[in-house]
Each structure stands twice: as structure tokens, then as C-alpha cells.
């Protein structure tokens, strides 16, 4: 059986020189319409040859600075300034762009845990089987655009999923200084239990050489986020070497290389309650720093429980919605060679 749903590919055509713009339908009978297909955006220019580079976003329906920025690069990129293939998905997961949910409302796929997908599986399954066998399959870079989502902040920061192929990690930290973010968080690839199934370790099993990056959050943009996402992707994609003029693009500012490669890294709400933070997005903690202090509004009387950081590093992820309940993360933290002994980078 083939790995690759059956689709409608709708105006596009990925051997065509110049720019084209249309849909990959993916087949969903619904009471409304019985042959249904969704239709996910997708723009493809050639020119010449040179290197295919896949750029995603909307993999959450609630990141939005990528959606925007691959939007916008997907109108005004002419093929005149390409030397190869730049395939845009701008709303991957999207039913759930539709939504502004961070999963799909059809079938409640959080679309970044479900590669390899199945081809006929639900439609997030097949949405994930498209993307990795189809479209990574046949590209030789993958950027894979993210956020906080509707209920983080994060700060703006290349991700790398470090390989064990030593020149593969060397080019993914290129495209990563390149990128020219802040930070730099880098994971060893099997230091969380879902990287199986994310975009990025997708990209590496169809050899593709692939980087993310978080750029804000909150459900959100700012006209700043969103400058730096157009910024760092000209500049990658110069580097890459598919785009050939970047004039408008600064240099990249200098990253810090962050590591973020144990399962720890993480601090969640015990309680349920209203939310004070006492740290933003990029404050440098120390162990036993205060993190922050759940209220119980409806108890009155109670006293309210504090949360401390449990060691040393950056704060990259920040929960922005007050409201919490038993389970929500609250922080996620990354190590610096600065802050912590025990940093692997």
C-alpha cells in the first residue's frame, strides 16, 4: 500500500517553471457536501535549477506569524529571484488554521504528533502522510515555522533536532545562524517521547535538512514578529541558496545556542486557579527563583500556592492565558553553557 493518500492536487504543478498557485484536496465526505475536499493552500516557483525547499506553517491553527509571512512571500516571490524550487504551505494543518485552534475541529489531530501519518487515516493522518511522503520526500530543506499558540509566549528562536549524522547537524546549525533569531534551542533527537512524530524528525527521514523556529505567541502578531519572521526567512533561504537577492534583509544578529535535551525541562500548574507570573520569555532564572503563584478566587481564605524553577537557565515559553487548571504548562525552560554545568552544547 502507498505511504501517500489519494489527493486533488487543484492548480498546482510542482515541475512547472515559473509560479503556481492552487490546493492539495484531501478527500472528506461530510453531510453538507458528500465528496468534499479540503482544500489546503499551496504555491510552488521554479526557476532554474538548484535546491527544493519546503517552508510550513499552520502545522497549530494558532501560530500565526508564519501563516502571515508564508502568505505574503507566496505574492510577492517571483520566479525571476529563485535559482530552484520553493514549495509554500502556508495553513498545513488546515482545518485547524480555519479555526485558529491549535488541533482540528473534524477529528481533534494535533497535526505535529502525527507523523508519518496514514494514507487512509483521518484527515490530519492524511494531511501528515501528504506532507512527509509526498512533499518532504522531495525536498532537499524544510523550515518548519511555529509560536506559543493561543496560550504560550515564546521567545523568537531557531529549534534544531540534532541528528547523529555530524555534517547533517553542522549544515541544520548553518541554517540556524543563518536564521539569525536570539536563540537557538537545540534537542537531541530522541530526548522527548513524541519526536517520532513531529515535522522535523519527518524531514530527516526523507534526508531533508530541516529546522523550526518559535516567533511568538499569545494567538497573536506584532508588526515586530512579524518583520523578523520575513527577515530571517529571506536570510535562510539566501543562504539555502534558492533565493538569490536579500537586500532587504539585515544580518543575522549573533544566537545563542541554547540546549533543551532533557525530559525535565517543563514546569506545570498542580492546581487549579488564576495564574501570577513572577518571569518572562527570556529571563535568566536561578534554582528556586519564584516562577510564579496560583490564586484560588473561589476559595476565599486560602492561601495561595507558589512555584519555584527547579534549576538554572531561559525561560523560552511562558503560559499567557491567567486561567489554569492541573496539567498546564506553565514554563518551559532551555540551558545555557552559562547557567548550567551539566549543558550538553
Known amino acids: 500500500m502507498t505511504d501517500i493518500p489519494r489527493v486533488r492536487l487543484i492548480g498546482i504543478d510542482f515541475e512547472r517553471e515559473g509560479k503556481t498557485h492552487g ?25 532554474r535549477s538548484g535546491p527544493t525547499v519546503l517552508l510550513i506553517s499552520g502545522i497549530h491553527g494558532d501560530e500565526y506569524e508564519g501563516q502571515i509571512a508564508l502568505s505574503k512571500l507566496a505574492a510577492d516571490l517571483q520566479p ?3 535559482a530552484g524550487r520553493v514549495l509554500i504551505l502556508p495553513m498545513a494543518n488546515f482545518p485547524a488554521a480555519k479555526a485558529g485552534t491549535r488541533t482540528s475541529p473534524i477529528d481533534d489531530g494535533n497535526l505535529n ?11 490530519t493522518q492524511q494531511i501528515a502522510a501528504y506532507i512527509e511522503h509526498a512533499l518532504m520526500a522531495i525536498s532537499d530543506f524544510v523550515i518548519d ?4 499558540g493561543s496560550s504560550m509566549m515564546h521567545v523568537a528562536a531557531a529549534i534544531v533536532v540534532a541528528e547523529g549524522d555530524a555534517l547533517r547537524h553542522q549544515q541544520q546549525m548553518a541554517l540556524a545562524q543563518a536564521f539569525g533569531a536570539p536563540y537557538t534551542i537545540v534537542y537531541a533527537s530522541g530526548s522527548q517521547p513524541h519526536f517520532s512524530e513531529i515535522a522535523l524528525t519527518a524531514s530527516a527521514r526523507q534526508n531533508a ?8 505567541g499569545a494567538g497573536s502578531v506584532t508588526s515586530a514578529s512579524l518583520s523578523f519572521t ?20 539585515p544580518p543575522p544578529m549573533t544566537t545563542r545556542i541554547l540546549s533543551s535535551d532533557r525530559p525535565d525541562t517543563m514546569i506545570w500548574a498542580m492546581e487549579t486557579g488564576l ?13 528556586g527563583d519564584l516562577a510564579g503563584t496560583i490564586h484560588f478566587v473561589d476559595s476565599p481564605g486560602r492561601p495561595s ?10 525561560v523560552t515559553a511562558a503560559r499567557f492565558i491567567t486561567q489554569v487548571e492541573r496539567g498546564d504548562c506553565l514554563y518551559r525552560i532551555a540551558f545555557s553553557p552559562n547557567l548550567h554545568r551539566d549543558s550538553r552544547i
Open 80 to 82: 525571476v529571484g529563485v
Open 113 to 123: 504528533r502525527l507523523f508519518p501519518g496514514e494514507a487512509s487515516g483521518s484527515v
Open 230 to 249: 520575513e527577515q530571517a526567512l529571506a536570510r535562510v533561504l539566501h543562504k539555502i541558496g534558492v533565493l538569490t537577492d536579500i537586500t532587504d534583509a
Open 145 to 148: 515555522l511555529h509560536a506559543g
Open 275 to 287: 495564574f501570577e507570573p513572577a518571569a518572562t520569555v527570556g529571563s535568566e532564572i536561578r534554582r
Open 209 to 216: 535538512i530541516a529546522i523550526g523556529a518559535e516567533l511568538g
Open 23 to 47: 490546493y492539495i484536496g484531501i478527500q472528506h465526505s461530510i453531510t453538507r457536501s458528500c465528496y468534499y475536499w479540503l482544500p489546503v493552500p499551496i504555491t510552488c516557483i521554479k526557476n
Open 305 to 314: 500556592t507558589e512555584y519555584r524553577f527547579d534549576d538554572d537557565g531561559i
